[in-house]
């Protein structure tokens, strides 16, 4: 069984950062491509970004594309998402999940999620 605890959110102004940290217990990550989704109030749940095990690939969705950057250290087991230039959109709760389908835009695919952590971005 694998627990993910994400943590970094909170509120800033647009134009602002904020670094979201994802740590896992109960499995090495090393083998495994992870992902980070949203969702907004009112929206379903999307596509943020997925790196690959080794880190050595990723992938992110159009809406933050040179904004965000995902990043990984196998050696501590955890996963991070770096965000910069932040949106009113980007408004939302952040998880992290574990990939079974190496890396993937598609939810379907991962099988563990962490419980979210709150970004809010003011105008």
């Known amino acids: 069984q694998v627990q993910l605890v994400e943590s970094g959110g909170g509120l800033v102004q647009a134009g602002g950062s904020l670094r979201l940290s994802c740590a896992a217990s109960?499995?090495?990550?090393?083998?495994?491509?992870m992902g980070w989704f949203r969702r907004a109030p009112g929206k379903e749940r999307e596509f943020v970004s997925t790196?690959?095990?080794?880190?050595?690939?990723?992938y992110y969705a159009d809406s933050v594309k040179g904004r965000f950057t995902t990043s990984r250290d196998n050696a501590k087991n955890m996963v991070y998402l770096q965000m910069s230039s932040l949106k009113p959109d980007d408004t939302a709760v952040y998880y992290c999940?574990?990939?079974?389908?190496?890396?993937?835009?598609?939810?379907?695919?991962?099988?563990?999620w962490g419980q979210g952590t709150q970004v809010t971005v003011s105008s």
């Open positions: 999940a574990v990939s079974r389908g190496g890396t993937s835009p598609n939810d379907r695919y991962y099988d563990y």
């Open positions: 109960g499995r090495t990550l090393s083998s495994y491509a």
């Open positions: 790196i690959s095990s080794t880190g050595a690939r990723s």
